[in-house]
C-alpha cells in the first residue's frame, strides 16, 4: 500500500505545480505591463518551463549531481531568454540532456500491469503468481 500512498503524494504535488503555474500564468496575464523581478532564482524560473516529469528529472539531477545541475541550469536559462529554446522542456528531453553531456541521471523505475482491473507492480504479480504456484 505504500506505493499508493506514494502515487497520491506525487499526484497531489504534481497538481500543486499545475495550479502554481496557471495561478503564475493569469497573474502575468492581468498585469501585462508590470515588469518582472530581476532577482528571481535561476531555478524557479527554468521550473515554469519544464513539463511533465521535468521537474522530477531537475531534482534527480540536483540531488545527484548538485554543481554541474547549478551550471545546466544557466546555460538553459540563457538559451530561453535568447528564444532559442521556447518550448515546455519534459522530463524526457531533460534527461536525454543531461545523459548527453555524461550526466547519468539515475532514475527511480517502477512496471505496473493491470490484474483485477487495477494497476499493480510487476514486482508483486509475479510474487503473487508464484506464492500460488507453490501452494
Same mark, same amino acid.
Given at each position: 500500500?505504500? #506505493? &499508493?500512498?506514494?502515487?497520491?503524494?506525487?499526484? +497531489?504535488?504534481?497538481? +500543486?505545480?499545475?495550479?502554481?503555474?496557471?495561478? %503564475?500564468?493569469?497573474?502575468?496575464?492581468?498585469? @501585462? #505591463? %508590470? @515588469?518582472?523581478?530581476?532577482?528571481?532564482? @535561476?531555478? &524557479?524560473?527554468?521550473?515554469?518551463?519544464?513539463?511533465?516529469?521535468?521537474? #522530477?528529472?531537475? #531534482?534527480? +539531477?540536483?540531488? !545527484?549531481?548538485?554543481?554541474?545541475?547549478?551550471?545546466?541550469?544557466?546555460?538553459?536559462?540563457? /538559451?530561453?531568454?535568447?528564444?532559442?529554446?521556447?518550448?515546455?522542456?519534459?522530463?524526457?528531453?531533460?534527461? +536525454? /540532456?543531461?545523459? %548527453?553531456?555524461?550526466?547519468?541521471?539515475?532514475?527511480?523505475?517502477?512496471?505496473?500491469?493491470? !490484474?483485477?482491473?487495477?494497476?499493480?507492480?510487476?514486482? &508483486?504479480?509475479?510474487?503473487? !503468481?508464484?506464492?500460488?504456484?507453490?501452494?
Amino acid at each position: 500500500m505504500s #506505493e &499508493d500512498s506514494e502515487l497520491e503524494r506525487l499526484k +497531489a504535488k504534481r497538481l +500543486a505545480e499545475m495550479q502554481k503555474n496557471i495561478s %503564475s500564468q493569469n497573474n502575468v496575464e492581468s498585469t @501585462p #505591463e %508590470s @515588469p518582472k523581478p530581476v532577482s528571481e532564482n @535561476p531555478r &524557479d524560473l527554468l521550473v515554469t518551463k519544464l513539463g511533465f516529469r521535468g521537474l #522530477e528529472v531537475l #531534482e534527480n +539531477a540536483e540531488f !545527484q549531481f548538485p554543481n554541474e545541475t547549478k551550471m545546466i541550469i544557466q546555460k538553459l536559462l540563457e /538559451l530561453i531568454k535568447t528564444g532559442e529554446i521556447n518550448e515546455i522542456i519534459d522530463g524526457g528531453q531533460l534527461l +536525454a /540532456l543531461f545523459r %548527453s553531456i555524461g550526466l547519468n541521471i539515475r532514475m527511480e523505475t517502477k512496471i505496473n500491469v493491470e !490484474q483485477d482491473g487495477k494497476f499493480v507492480s510487476l514486482n &508483486d504479480k509475479l510474487s503473487n !503468481q508464484s506464492s500460488e504456484s507453490g501452494d
